[in-house]
């Protein structure tokens, strides 16, 4: 128990979270990034042969964008991944970088300003975009045929480079009905379907802009998608509000809370008593608060503790009745 309990939290610190994905998704996300970097070796080398490009072909295409392939086609929903993050942020970052390496003597302390520079730019032109830390540094540490491009590096091989891989992205994301990019088109063409409760409070995206700006850490999800999380999040609760009927011996059931608060046990053993008093049930944690921990209270006492029945399904626990 002690050991698995480690194992649990040693997960959390490593920040180590079950992220549910089909295998066509993750395959999708793959094919989309061969294409992208392929693509931007095509066209740029055929640039390079036909005279339009000087540089020589190893610098026809800059690592980072390797990372904005991973941004762009595994996240691209993401906040990071948006177009202006991915102009703004390459862009800025290797103006940013190629200064340092002109102006700054020192090449470890130009590194340092170049990619310190670029991240607080980044942050208050609201285009933070992680790849761009490694343009601003290729620019002082690439070398001198990197050096020998000056500002035309901004242009050649970055701003080529970058206007290429948004091209792939909006075209090849946009084949898939779930994958719209930018993330602004997945958004006008979703509704949240379902009949709505009249709630005595309802959220905004007020609030949630409101909440992001007070939590006063960068976020990777912008209000509006996580305003329509929460109303997803509220339709499926709103149809299930009781607790379950019977409470069975093998079963999993879950508290239905939210958080830290948030748990799931499994009934191990039940005395199957005619005495409700002595009708008693021995349950482990499977899951959330108190993972791992066993305990026994009466039929009664669990089933009021209980909102609903549990399942799993790809490794995700859900309603019995959605299963």
Known sequence: MALKSFYSEFKLLLG????????????????GAFI????IYQV?????????????????????MGASAVLLFAVPHGLLSQPWAVIGGHLISA??????????????????????LSILLMYYLHCIHPPGGATALTAVIGGPEIFDLAYGYVIAPILLNVALILAVAVTF??????RRYPVHLLHRHKTVAGKQLQRQYELTHEDFAAAMQSFDSYVDITAEDLAQLLE??????????????????????SNGKIGSHWSIRQIIDA????????DQVIYKVIAGDGSYETGICSREEFRL???FEVTRQNAQWVKVDDY
């Not at 740029?44 to 980072?64: D, K, P, R």
């Not at 997803?232 to 059931?253: C, M, Q, V």
């Not at 005395?271 to 002595?278: F, I, L």
Request: with cysteine; proline share 3%.
């Open 271 to 278: 005395a199957n008593h005619s005495d409700p008093h002595k």
């Open 305 to 307: 503790w209980t909102r």
């Open 44 to 64: 740029t080398n055929g640039l390079f042969e036909q005279g339009y490009l000087s540089q020589t072909g190893q610098n026809l295409v800059i690592a980072s």
């Open 36 to 39: 992208a970097i392929a693509a």
């Open 95 to 116: 103006c940013i970088g190629v200064f340092c390496q002109r102006h700054v003597p020192h090449v470890v302390y130009g590194a340092a300003l170049a990619v310190s």
């Open 232 to 253: 997803l999040a509220k339709l499926h609760a709103e149809k299930n509000i009781t607790h379950p009927d019977k409470i069975s011996e093998g079963r999993f059931y």
């Open 16 to 31: 180590i979270e079950k992220k549910i994905t089909t295998h066509t998704e993750k395959l999708i996300s793959a094919l």
């Open 173 to 178: 994301n946009c084949l898939f009905r779930w």
